[in-house]
């Protein structure tokens, strides 16, 4: 299935009634060659809106050429009312750009004024409480608007996916990790749907799956991914079997939604029940784009499919796990790199990175619960380290108490071997130590962590933004200088 929002950006140029309107026309036009040269497609909307009725034929254009994000685009003062009514009816996510002024040549009847309109546009969207994307510095140069409509494209999707979106999960969360359960409202306030089931329900759908046609191709698939690292090639069908499940029940209960995430369940019942764990089956849908959490997590399902779309590319889910030993340390990591021993952890899960994001890959048996269980039961995991390269790690979470919040933190996975077992990597993000105890600990995240793999910084905390999150609930790894509200400025 296609799990991925596809954007079409339309962008319609305004005017106030006492500027030209060939001012904004022209430089509409400039914005739409500059980004077609460097970006590729946008669709132009050929009315240039002056009063109400202008707005209605733009919106029938944009909505009839399939457009689902805008930009309006003040390329003179633009008519306040006019333009935040567009973005009231347009049914998708909306971004206001400008023109700066292009010579002090022509500041007479060439001045546009747009500089000014931004203050009144803004202001006629509180008023009207509505949201739109509005850049750091939202005026500029033909190829500076192309840049800032470019950057908005991610931001589109996400807000595109979330509004699409249905989370379906299986099982309430295990006894001991109440960490991971949050209350569901705030997924309604965000627009996203959720489907809670029984891990029985699964389970009589996978016996359902028992011989079904298509598992030896499914084995054949994994064989290939696997290679050399296909260690317990003995539970590939009924690793194939589950894998199929996941599928069918995603196409039967996706219902009105186009994107579908999975909170799913591992333990305690899972491995003597089912009589496997399934860490390489959630790895592989999070591959093609249908992220699957471990443990119930239901607002970690939520935020890999915000990261998926925003990066278009897989993300994996990770306990923030373990320190690194000091001897590891200062054996492979001081003097290397600029981290302190507090700048650095190990991020690990069971066995649910894609392989395309670990270095090498074996499926092994889960160590953790054959301490306790069967070895024969915990097979199914994926281990590797994983690939070292620039890393996001961030987390949308909702509190106890129906709050919503969440954090960004940008750094790298180090290329340094784990000596561990798992999906696993050393992660080193600059001032972790402080963000660990006065962000993590300070706001009661969980030990849940999305990684996306890349710096998605910027676009994941416009994207929050625009989905409501306050500002002031957005977190990050601030720099040293920077004190958090609960540091002791006393501390050393």
């Given at each position: 299935m296609n799990n991925m929002p596809e954007e079409k950006i339309g962008i319609v140029a305004v005017s106030r009634d006492c500027f030209p309107m060939?001012?904004?026309?022209?430089?509409?036009?400039?914005?739409?060659?500059?980004?077609?040269?460097?970006?590729?497609?946008?669709?132009?909307?050929?009315?240039?809106?002056?009063?109400?009725?202008?707005?209605?034929?733009?919106?029938?254009?944009?909505?009839?050429?399939?457009c689902n994000a805008l930009v309006v685009y003040l390329g003179n003062f633009g008519p306040e009312s006019s333009e935040t009514l567009l973005i009231k009816e347009f049914q998708g996510p909306s971004m206001i750009v400008a023109a700066a002024e292009e010579?002090?040549?022509?500041?007479?009847?060439?001045?546009?004024?747009?500089?000014?309109?931004?203050?009144?546009?803004?202001?006629?969207?509180?008023?009207?409480?509505?949201?739109a994307y509005i850049p750091e510095y939202p005026v500029g140069t033909a190829e500076e608007c192309a840049d800032m409509i470019h950057d908005f494209a991610p931001i589109a999707r996400a807000v595109i996916g979330l509004s699409n979106l249905k989370i379906i999960s299986f099982g309430p969360r295990p006894q001991d990790f109440l960490a991971c359960n949050a209350p569901i409202k705030q997924l309604y306030n965000l627009g996203?749907?959720?489907?809670?089931?029984?891990?029985?329900?699964?389970?009589?759908?996978?016996?359902?799956?028992?011989?079904d046609a298509r598992i030896p191709g499914v084995v054949a698939d994994m064989e290939q991914e696997l290679g050399e690292g296909n260690k317990k090639p003995e539970i590939l069908a009924k690793l194939a079997q589950y894998e199929i499940t996941l599928l069918d029940w995603v196409e039967g209960h996706k219902g009105s939604r186009d994107f579908v995430a999975i909170a799913g369940k591992c333990w305690p019942a899972f491995q003597t029940q089912f009589g496997f764990v399934p860490c390489y089956v959630n790895s592989r849908l999070t591959s093609r784009g249908i992220p699957v959490s471990c443990e119930v997590?239901?607002?970690?399902?939520?935020?890999?499919?915000?990261?998926?779309?925003?990066?278009?590319?897989?993300?994996?889910?990770?306990?923030?796990?373990?320190?690194?030993?000091?001897?590891?340390?200062h054996d492979e990591i001081e003097g290397k790199y600029p981290y302190t021993i507090k700048d650095t952890f190990m991020g690990f899960h069971c066995g649910n990175t894609p392989s395309c994001k670990l270095c090498s890959c074996e499926m092994k048996y889960q160590l953790i619960m054959a301490r306790s269980l069967p070895e024969e039961v915990t097979q199914g995991t994926l281990e590797g380290d994983i690939a070292p390269g620039e890393i996001t790690f961030y987390r949308l979470q909702s509190t106890s108490d129906a709050k919503i919040r969440a954090y960004i933190a940008q750094g790298e996975v180090l290329p340094v071997r784990t000596r561990s077992f798992g999906s696993i990597g050393v992660f080193a993000i600059p001032e972790m130590g402080r963000f660990y105890r006065h962000v993590l600990i300070e706001k009661n995240y969980p030990h849940h962590g999305a990684v996306a793999f890349g710096h998605f910084g910027k676009t994941l905390y416009e994207v929050f933004k625009?989905?409501?999150?306050?500002?002031?609930?957005?977190?990050?790894?601030?720099p040293k200088g920077m004190m958090y509200p609960t540091e002791n400025p006393f501390e050393a």
């Open positions: 060939s001012l904004s026309e022209n430089r509409r036009k400039a914005v739409v060659a500059a980004y077609q040269k460097k970006y590729g497609e946008i669709y132009e909307c050929p009315v240039c809106v002056e009063n109400e009725l202008d707005m209605r034929s733009a919106l029938v254009d944009v909505t009839d050429a399939g010579t002090g040549d022509n500041l007479v009847q060439g001045r546009g004024d747009a500089y000014c309109g931004v203050l009144n546009v803004s202001y006629n969207l509180k008023l009207r409480n509505l949201k996203v749907e959720i489907e809670e089931n029984s891990e029985l329900d699964l389970f009589e759908a996978y016996n359902n799956h028992a011989g997590d239901i607002y970690g399902a939520l935020s890999e499919f915000i990261g998926t779309v925003i990066s278009q590319d897989a993300v994996t889910l990770l306990d923030i796990n373990n320190s690194v030993p000091a001897d590891m340390y625009y989905m409501g999150v306050p500002v002031e609930e957005i977190n990050f790894n601030q």
